[in-house]
Structure formats: structure tokens, C-alpha cells
């Protein structure tokens, strides 16, 4: 393994001095536009296009029954984990709740099952709401990267589109009191993955990218995480034009790494003092917010001034909000609002630039999934199995309620013009053109 020659953070989850010339901020528009264009084309990764949760979509509807799916298959295996796609294949991956045993699988489009593979595991220790397949898929036109956790082993997955193994790392015992949940997210030719534990029980933690093509270690660097978090990294385009893997580390705070050395560019300590589970968020005016909570509540979302030499208010904390923050769903921003879905079913609105509280809610339902934003409405997943839909505006609206049967722990995803909904144990196509691929 390679050492960086910088510390580096790891998690899902540090200074750099920067010059800012004549021009920086055109060079940040642009290319902040060329990589929303490299990322939109496919829903690739845990809440679509660099983590966002957003499409523009104009075929989904806002409700429907069982007679709008284009169709309603059963999966290999139940799990937690959400949908990814690359072209007419979608890629997911199952477990067996008495056995552990893994599946990594694909269908296409029109919910034929393309193959499936399983590999043995261990039976451990989990909370009672997560899965043995938690974590979701990452791929590019080439491969597919599935990952998860086993006391003994820590395993990173790449296989080809049509179900071969193309490479397997163990990197290690993993250490948890819950088990994993976090995501593995590709950035131009490196697979980076956060392997945080529990530091209480020994656990070594870290952040590491592959090379995606070899598995072949590039950077890793050790983490300070005390308890294993579930948040999946971001990349963030600085006003220098250069891209920054954000993380954010629980009990701690937030790092920004270069993605393809592992240099820590900056940090940002003591933001938060419970655990991570959602995902980093970059809003409108280039904050970036985490949260944190507990089961027993506390729950709290930190919006701060990211530590860019371009703003005099670098590194310090815009606001903080309680009461109405979540603790497992990833907030979602879009223009100047900042949305919100509570576990417990309390949406809000934020000004994204003040945290200024516009509406709050209480719509009803527990959520574990995230809710994505298609064609300015926002698809809240209930553990219930139920899609209620919200108007994206400063204006309070429930659009509609979609009931789908069964519990329901993951985060929609949506290619193709068409919304595609992983229950515990099967996968629904609702919206869009009906696929002409054959089901045979």
C-alpha cells in the first residue's frame, strides 16, 4: 500500500492555502457545469449524479397504483441497498438474513433478472433496522463496484456488466457495533471507499481509493473515527477549480482530501458530537451541511463555510438547526432551499444561505431512505413502503401518497426518464416509455 504524504482523512466524511486570481469564480461555474455533465448522465451512484438526489426528469409521475408499473419483480435476496444503472442494466445487491450470505445482481430495464452471484459470509451482529446489504453499488460503463462488511472481512467487488469477476479485495477485519452501511463512489480512475469503525473495539479505520480497473491500492490514509459512521463522500469543485472529496467524520467533523492522492487540502474539527449516518450536502451560496444524532434523539444538522481562500468566512459555522433535523435521511438542496425529512415524518423547508426555518410539516411515516427531487417534487420513501410526494417550492404542498406494500428502507433512484423503487424484497419501474427489451 502506498502512504500519502499527507495525513488524510477517511470517512464518508482536511488546510489548504489557495491562490484566488482575476477569473477563479468563471473557472468554478465552468467547471462546476462540465461536471454536472459528466455525472448526469446515469444514475450511478447512492442518490444519483455526485450524491445529489436530484433529476430533471419530465416522465415521472406524481402518483400512481399497480397498474402504472411497467412491472413488480421479486429480487434474489431482501436488502436496504438503493438501485444504480448504467444504460438498459440496473445493479443491486441482496443478503440472506439467516445465513449472511451476499448477492450482487443485475436486471434490465424491462426487470429481467441477468444474473446473480453469491458469496458466503459470517452471520454478525447488525441494529435491528439495518441490513446485511446496506450498502449501495457504484458503476461506470466498464464495471460494477459492490461492497460489505463481515467481522472478519471488509469487501470491495468489482464485476463486469455481465456478471464476471473482475477483481475481489479483503481489506481487513471491520469493527462495528451496527455493521456497515456506507457506499463506495468512483471519481475518474479510483474507487474510493470510506472504512471507518469503531474505535472502542480496536477497529482500524481509514479511507482508501483502488485503481478501479487493477484493485490495486493507490492512497490510504488512517481515520480518528470513534464510531462507525454511514455517510457517503461528495465531490465539491473549490473556487480554484479543483475537485475535493468531502467527508465527514462522526464525533468529529468534516475533511476535504484530494481525491486522487489523498492529500488533506483542509478541515474543519468539532462540528459534530453524535453519529453521521446521512451524506454531505453543498447548497446554494457553497455551504455544506452535515448531520448528526441517535437513536435517543438530539439530532442536529451544522451548515458551514467550507475552508476556501476565496471567502472571508472560511471555515467557521453558518448555523446550526435542531428539533427538525434527521438523523438517517440525507437532506436534499436545491436553488436557494434546503429540504428536510425528519425520521419521525417532520418535513421542512430552510433557506439554504441562513437556515432560516420557511415551512415545517408534519406529513406522518418513519423514514430510513433519503428523499431525491424529480422535475421540482421531492419522493419521500416511508419504512412502511409508501412514496409521499412534497412540492420542492417555499411552499408547503402534499402532492400525493403512493402506497407500494412493503417495508422499505432505501433511497429511489432514476434513469431513462423512469423512477425505479427498491422495497426489502423487490424492485418496482413506475414512469417513463414502457421498456422495449423483452422480459423473456
Known amino acids: 500500500m502506498l502512504a500519502a504524504t499527507s495525513a488524510v482523512h477517511k470517512d464518508s466524511y482536511g488546510s489548504c492555502s489557495m491562490r484566488v486570481v482575476r477569473g477563479a469564480s468563471v473557472v468554478w461555474i465552468v467547471a462546476v457545469a462540465m461536471t454536472s455533465l459528466a455525472w448526469g448522465q446515469e444514475w450511478t451512484r447512492f442518490r444519483g449524479p455526485n450524491g ?58 424491462a426487470g429481467k433478472l441477468l444474473w446473480s452471484q453469491s458469496y458466503t459470509s459470517a452471520v454478525h451482529k447488525r441494529h435491528k433496522l439495518n441490513s446485511f446489504a446496506s450498502p449501495t453499488a457504484t458503476c461506470d460503463a466498464d464495471l460494477v463496484y459492490y461492497s460489505w462488511s463481515a467481522p472478519e472481512e471488509f469487501t470491495l467487488l468489482a464485476m463486469t456488466h455481465d ?57 490510504q490514509l488512517p481515520c480518528e473515527s470513534t464510531t462507525v459512521p454511514y455517510s457517503t463522500p461528495c465531490i465539491r469543485t473549490n473556487s480554484a477549480g479543483q475537485d475535493e472529496l468531502i467527508m465527514n467524520e462522526s464525533l468529529l467533523g468534516m475533511k476535504a482530501l484530494d481525491p486522487l492522492t489523498g ?11 453524535k453519529r453521521s449516518v446521512s451524506s454531505p450536502v453543498i447548497m446554494a451560496g457553497g455551504l455544506i451541511t452535515i448531520t448528526c444524532g441517535s437513536g435517543a434523539g438530539g439530532n442536529f444538522l451544522v451548515a ?28 436534499l438542496a436545491k436553488g436557494d432551499w434546503l429540504f428536510l425529512m425528519a425520521d419521525n415524518g417532520i418535513a421542512s423547508c430552510i433557506a439554504a444561505k441562513t437556515g432560516e426555518t420557511i415551512w415545517t410539516k408534519r406529513v406522518g411515516g418513519t423514514y430510513y431512505g433519503s428523499m431525491i427531487c424529480i422535475n421540482d417534487k421531492l419522493y419521500c420513501p416511508t ?46 419501474s413506475v414512469g417513463g416509455e414502457k421498456p422495449k427489451l423483452a422480459l423473456k
Open 163 to 219: 456478471g464476471k469477476e473482475k477483481w475481489k479485495k479483503n481489506l481487513g477485519p471491520f469493527v462495528s457495533q451496527h455493521s456497515a452501511g456506507v457506499s463506495p463512489i468512483l471519481y475518474k480512475n479510483v474507487i474510493i471507499l470510506v472504512n471507518s469503525q469503531d474505535k472502542d473495539g480496536g477497529g482500524q479505520s481509514s479511507v482508501l481509493a483502488l485503481d478501479k480497473k487493477t484493485g490495486d491500492t493507490v492512497w
Open 304 to 331: 458551514v463555510h467550507p475552508k476556501d481562500s476565496a471567502d472571508p468566512l472560511a471555515g467557521t459555522v453558518a448555523y446550526k438547526i435542531e428539533k427538525i433535523a434527521p438523523y438517517v435521511p440525507t437532506p
Open 263 to 273: 492529500k488533506v487540502n483542509w478541515e474543519i474539527p468539532a462540528l459534530i458530537t
Open 383 to 428: 419504512s412502511d413502503g409508501e412514496i409521499v410526494v412534497l412540492s420542492a417550492t417555499d411552499n408547503y404542498e402534499l402532492i400525493a401518497r403512493n402506497p407500494l406494500g412493503e417495508t422499505m428502507h432505501s433511497t429511489p433512484a432514476v434513469a431513462g426518464g423512469r423512477l425505479y423503487l427498491r422495497t426489502l424484497n423487490h424492485l418496482i
Open 52 to 109: 445529489t438526489g436530484i433529476s430533471d426528469a419530465k416522465s415521472v409521475p406524481a402518483a400512481w397504483t399497480e397498474k402504472d408499473y411497467h412491472w413488480k419483480v421479486e429480487l434474489p435476496a431482501s436488502g436496504h441497498s438503493s438501485p444504480v444503472l448504467w444504460g438498459d442494466k440496473i445493479f443491486l445487491t441482496g443478503a440472506d438474513d439467516a445465513t449472511a450470505e451476499r448477492k450482487v445482481f443485475a436486471l434490465n430495464t
